[in-house]
C-alpha cells in the first residue's frame, strides 16, 4: 500500500504567516491527492482536490501544488479561522490513504 | 443544497453487527463515487470503504471481509453493514462523496465495547 508522509506534525504559527505542509507519497500518485482542514468536533473540509484544484467557496489564500510523491499546501496569510488541523489524503485508487495529520496551533 | 445525513451508529459489544446509512438529499449516491471515512477518538481520518459509480467496491485492509458497501438508488442511501465488530472499530463514521464533489456527511458514532 501506498503510504503518504505529512510534515510538520504540528506548526505553531501567527496570524499573517505564510505556512506551507508537506505531504509525501511512498511512490508516485499523479495527482490523485486532496488537502481537507479539519476543526474538533466537525466533518473535514475540502480544501484542494486533483492536487491543486480549489474546491468551491475555498478561499483563495489556500494552494497547493505538487504531482507524483512530493505535494505542498500553502496558506499565503493565516487567518484566525485557519488554526484547525489539516490533511492531505490519496484517493480514487482502491487503497485511499491519508496522512497522519498537520496541527496548525497559534503561536 | 446538498446534504449527507448519516445514521444507524450506536453502542455495540464485541461481535455484533450494526448498519450505517447515509440518505443523500441534492446529490444522486448511484451516479458518484462514494466512501465511508472513520475516526476513532483523538485520532487521524482512516479510510474505510468506496464503491464506484459502476458498482465496484473496495476496502481498506483492516475491514475487508467484516463490512460491505452498497447503496441503494430508489432510497438514494449509502450503506455500511458492519459485522463481526471489535474495539477498535470505535469512531465516527462518515461518508463522503469524491473530493472533487467536495460532500462529506456530520458523522455517526460507533462504539464496540462489551
Known amino acids: 500500500d501506498i503510504q503518504m508522509t505529512q510534515s510538520p506534525s504540528t506548526l505553531a504559527a501567527s496570524v499573517g504567516d505564510r505556512v506551507i505542509i508537506t505531504c509525501r507519497a511512498s511512490q508516485s500518485i499523479s495527482s490523485w491527492l486532496a488537502w481537507y482542514q479539519q476543526k474538533p468536533g466537525k466533518a473535514p473540509k475540502v480544501l484542494i482536490y486533483s492536487a491543486s484544484t480549489l474546491q468551491s467557496g475555498v478561499p483563495s489564500r489556500f494552494s497547493a501544488s505538487g504531482s507524483g510523491t512530493e505535494f505542498t499546501l500553502t496558506i499565503s496569510s493565516l487567518e484566525p479561522d485557519d488554526f484547525a488541523t489539516y490533511y492531505c489524503h490519496h484517493y480514487n485508487t482502491g487503497s485511499d490513504t491519508f496522512g497522519q495529520g498537520t496541527k496548525l496551533e497559534i503561536k | 443544497e446538498v446534504q449527507l445525513v448519516e445514521s444507524g451508529g450506536g453502542l455495540v459489544q464485541p461481535g455484533g453487527s450494526l448498519r450505517l446509512s447515509c440518505v443523500a438529499s441534492?446529490?444522486?449516491?448511484?451516479?458518484?463515487?462514494m466512501t465511508w471515512v472513520r475516526q476513532a477518538p483523538g485520532k487521524g481520518l482512516e479510510w474505510v470503504s468506496l464503491?464506484?459509480?459502476?458498482?465496484?467496491?473496495k476496502y481498506a485492509g483492516s475491514v475487508r471481509g467484516r463490512f460491505s458497501i452498497s447503496r441503494d438508488s430508489s432510497q438514494n442511501t449509502l450503506y455500511l453493514q458492519m459485522n463481526s465488530l471489535r474495539a477498535e472499530d470505535t469512531a465516527v463514521y462518515y461518508c463522503a462523496g469524491s473530493p472533487s464533489t467536495g460532500y462529506w456527511g456530520q458523522g455517526t458514532l460507533v462504539t464496540v465495547s462489551s
Open positions: 464503491i464506484y459509480s459502476g458498482g465496484n467496491t
Open positions: 441534492g446529490f444522486t449516491v448511484s451516479n458518484n463515487y
